[in-house]
Nanobody
Framework: QVQLGESGGGLVQAGDSLRLSCAAS????????MGWFRQAPGKEREFVAA???????YYADSVKGRFTISRDNTKNTVYLQMNGLKPENTAVYYC?????????????????????WGQGTQVTVSS
């Protein structure tokens, strides 16, 4: 069982930045694949970014160049740095863990490939 806890959400203005954090339990964090997903009101959950066990990163086209995913294995934490936020980025952001090794964009962006999920953190971007 892996437990996750997100933090760092909040209310910001368009163009601002936020950094989300997700702390995970587990002694083999460095081998986990970590993903960030989001869900806006009335919409399906969608992929945002992922970093796999070999530190390869993947991004949704809508966030490329503005969002950066990273991990600190000494702190069992994954981060999502979000710059240039837009009102359409408003959503609940979830981090997720895959204990298996995911390879390639398709599997890393597939929410069904992740085994554990955090409770989510709200990000609201005002115009």
């Amino acid at each position: 069982q892996v437990q996750l806890g997100e933090s760092g959400g909040g209310l910001v203005q368009a163009g601002d930045s936020l950094r989300l954090s997700c702390a995970a339990s587990g002694r083999t964090f460095s081998s986990y694949g970590m993903g960030w997903f989001r869900q806006a009101p009335g919409k399906e959950r969608e992929f945002v970014a992922a970093i796999n066990w070999s530190d390869t990163t993947y991004y949704a086209d809508s966030v490329k160049g503005r969002f950066t995913i990273s991990r600190d294995n000494t702190k069992n934490t994954v981060y999502l740095q979000m710059n240039g936020l837009k009102p359409e980025n408003t959503a609940v952001y979830y981090c997720a863990v895959s204990v298996g090794r995911l390879g390639g964009f398709i599997t890393n962006s597939d929410s069904g490939k992740y085994d554990y999920w955090g409770q989510g953190t709200q990000v609201t971007v005002s115009s």
